[in-house]
């Protein structure tokens, strides 16, 4: 199957600075990323939308001027954590859809997740 | 809204047990479903899917059947093996073909010899 690199896989981080996620689809291009969080013990949760070439669509409550996405390329988004808190704390996963094309309906690849801690 | 409620974990059991992961979800309309299977130290993988009504969805021995009725999923295997042991999420994509899943906050599956 199609392929999602995530990285760094994790990363500790002192409060107050900013952190930058990537995520590459391999072997496939992909015009759209998602990036979702997951606290412990909870499920995924939507943060944002990313499209290549165009603005990230944020989720309600979702602070963009916190969480900045780039999609410069078919093959990389990009998820930059600034100026990070404690509560920041979390494991951050993206996932790409290959084309609108393809009959699978919601069919995402996941990359392995970044954990970051905010010390 | 859409939203999806799973069963809550951890389960487990002895291999070549019969595993059962309860699924429901509310949503609008006729949502796809999904099982998506997390290994340690993986990304998230599709597992199987349905994408209409009594559908039966499967992969590696595992099922589940889109029941509309009781907005139900169910995901289920007969012999459970030791590689198995992985967190499984249930999860839905609303209709009118949105991209957004919606998941379920995963059950961590244990398979001991």
């Known amino acids: 199957g199609a392929v999602v690199s995530q990285h760094p896989s994790w990363v500790i981080c002192k409060s107050g600075t900013s952190v930058k996620i990537e995520c590459r689809s391999l072997d496939f291009q992909a015009t759209t990323m998602f990036w979702y969080r997951q606290f412990p013990k909870q499920s995924l949760m939507l943060m944002a939308t990313?499209?290549?070439?165009?603005?990230?669509?944020?989720e309600q409550g979702v602070e963009k001027d916190k969480f900045l996405i780039n999609h410069a390329s078919l093959t990389l988004s990009t998820l930059t954590v600034t100026s990070a808190h404690p509560e920041d704390s979390s494991f951050y996963i993206c996932?790409?859809?290959?084309?609108?094309?393809?009959?699978?309906?919601?069919?995402?690849?996941f990359g392995e997740g970044s954990r970051l801690t905010v010390l | 809204g859409n939203s999806v409620t799973q069963m809550e974990g951890p389960v487990t059991l002895s291999e070549e047990a019969f595993l059962t992961i309860n699924c429901t979800y509310t949503?609008?309309?006729?949502?796809?479903l999904f099982w998506y299977v997390q290994y340690p130290g993986e990304g998230l993988q599709l597992l199987l899917k349905a994408t209409k009504a009594d559908d039966k969805g499967s992969n590696k021995g595992f099922e589940a059947t889109y029941r509309k009725e009781t907005t139900s999923f169910h995901l289920e295997k007969g012999s459970v093996q030791v590689s198995d042991s992985a967190v499984y999420f249930c999860a839905l994509s609303p209709q009118g073909g949105s991209e957004k899943l919606v998941f379920g906050k995963g059950t961590k599956l244990t398979v001991n010899p």
């Open positions: 996932s790409a859809r290959i084309n609108r094309a393809r009959r699978d309906t919601g069919e995402l690849f």
């Open positions: 949503a609008t309309g006729y949502p796809s």
């Open positions: 990313s499209n290549e070439g165009s603005k990230a669509t944020y």
